[in-house]
């Protein structure tokens, strides 16, 4: 079976910390995904990445950036934590093409900033 | 204009009944298109994908599609109390750099009253 994991299932941090993400899948997916989760809003693209280091921002890349240094990991990293920024990531990974489209996400992080 | 939408609900059904889920979407050149179900505290999983006009049938899972009305709208048969979760609708998509992205609908809470 497919894993992608988180490195932290909650976390909290201060207004102004530098935040990491970290996001790691064992199955050789070229796509990898970055989502935020907030009632009423559903899933949102952050930024994804089709390639080592081959990024695209998404839908709400403002506050964020990504690093993708080797094919398994993927981070997301918050310059400067804002409350803003308080939701549930979700991690996601995809074999690039063909017919096996799905997305296999990881159990989420939810970051609290105060 | 949102790019997928779907009634947010929740929308309640009796066990053993038909529940109908829909959703719209904005870019006429959409091919791909999937439904996740997404239980309380966990991660979105995949349960039907549909590319072509009409209805895939999966159980007692039902997608259908028109692309000429630009609807998706999912089926579940003979509804069973473990079918209450949050459907997410989800719609492929080419970035502006030519990569597939995956833009989701906020989702339509359902729960089957036994």
């Known amino acids: 079976d497919v894993k992608v994991t988180q490195s932290s299932r909650y976390l909290v941090k201060r207004t102004g910390e530098k935040v990491f993400l970290e996001c790691v899948q064992d199955?050789?997916?070229?796509?990898m995904f970055w989502y935020r989760q907030d009632p009423g809003l559903g899933l949102r693209l952050i930024y994804f990445?089709?390639?080592?280091?081959?990024?695209e921002k998404g839908d709400i890349p403002e506050g964020y950036s990504v690093s993708r240094e080797k094919k398994e990991r993927f981070s997301l990293i918050l310059e400067s934590a804002s409350t803003n920024q308080t939701s549930m990531y979700l991690c996601a990974s995809s074999p690039r093409g063909g017919t096996n489209e799905k997305l296999f996400f990881g159990s989420g992080t939810q970051l609290s900033v105060l | 204009q949102k790019e997928v939408e779907q009634n947010s609900g929740p929308l309640s059904v009796p066990e053993g009944a038909i529940a109908s889920l829909n959703c719209t979407y904005s870019d006429r050149g959409s091919q791909s298109f999937f439904w996740y179900r997404q239980y309380s505290g966990k991660s979105p999983e995949l349960i039907m994908s549909?590319?072509?006009?009409g209805d895939k049938e999966d159980g007692r899972f039902t997608a259908q599609l028109n692309k000429a009305s630009q609807y998706v709208s999912l089926l579940i048969r003979d509804s069973q109390p473990s079918d209450s979760a949050t459907y997410l609708c989800?719609?492929?998509?080419?970035?502006?750099?030519?990569?597939?992205?995956?833009?989701f609908g906020t989702g339509t809470r359902l729960t089957i009253i036994p």
């Open positions: 549909i590319y072509s006009n």
């Open positions: 990445s089709y390639d080592v280091k081959m990024k």
């Open positions: 199955m050789d997916h070229e796509n």
């Open positions: 989800a719609v492929k998509a080419l970035s502006n750099f030519g990569n597939e992205k995956l833009t």
